[in-house]
């Protein structure tokens, strides 16, 4: 190559060199003030936001303590516990039964040998909720209430009309107006509900009518009972096909077919508490439910 034509490139005129230099003191100045400038801001103080932090802070702990807070236990009453509170406290469907029937009688237990004594509950059951029980004090001293009660019953008080029961089965929508309170619209409702169910087991079927008020249940269960008609066919839980246990207006498909799973699976139900166990069963109609069931 010829050094010539090389050299050519690297010879800079004076304005050139001036140039090339002032560049390179622009550079280095530029280094400098990079190097040892401050550029950091100061970061502005805000009061609102404070306030904002010490409030998270607040919510913080507070969170904490209600995480680490154990849960309460609440006490109630024996006397009165529902199907749905029964089966929670493990109670069988025949320990509840016998619960109801003695209080259907007026009845009250008045301490933890005698709720024992009438559910026939086991000895280890009774042990883990009889902590929970509570009395009223009325209950308690119930020779003193009782005693007070026939002080205060006049003797001349009238007796009321016997009223007598008809079978709400049996009953139509003439028979249904007659009561205070009850319609053509809801008369026909409880007459729908019946067609659908093909009949009622219980009054307390009367409760998921809707917009029957307490004052109309209270006198449906005043002048009405149930009887089951002869020709009255329980559904066959251990037969039945999924199709027959989807048409039972208190299964769904979905839990019809958990049903039938359960079934092949694991094998026959002995009894409601065993079907009780399948997960979204209505454990609230458990005790209606076994009514319309075979096992």
Known sequence: ??????????????????????????????????????????????????????????????????????????????????????????????????????????????SAEEFQGVTKISDSLLSAISPLFKFPDWIQNKSVYNREKKEYTKKDYEKKEKIILSDINQANQEDLIKLYGIGEALSSRILKQKEIFGCFVSMEQMNDIWGLSPEVLLQLNKHFKVLLPPNFKRIKINDASLKELSQFPYFKYALAKQIVTARSMNGNFDNIEDLAKIKDFPVDKAKIISLYLEF
């Open 1 to 110: 190559m010829n050094l010539k034509v090389v050299s050519a490139y690297f010879k800079f005129t004076n304005q050139q060199r001036t140039g090339v230099f002032l560049l390179f003191v622009i550079i280095i100045i530029l280094q400098g003030v990079y190097f040892f400038a401050d550029f950091s801001f100061a970061e502005k103080e805000y009061p609102e936001k404070q306030q904002w932090m010490a409030l998270q802070s607040e919510i913080d702990s507070m969170k904490s303590s209600r995480f680490n807070e154990k849960p309460k236990v609440y006490t109630f009453n024996p006397n009165f516990i529902s199907d749905y509170k029964g089966y929670k406290l493990g109670m069988s469907t025949q320990e509840i039964d016998r619960l109801l029937s003695f209080r259907k009688e007026n009845k009250y237990v008045s």
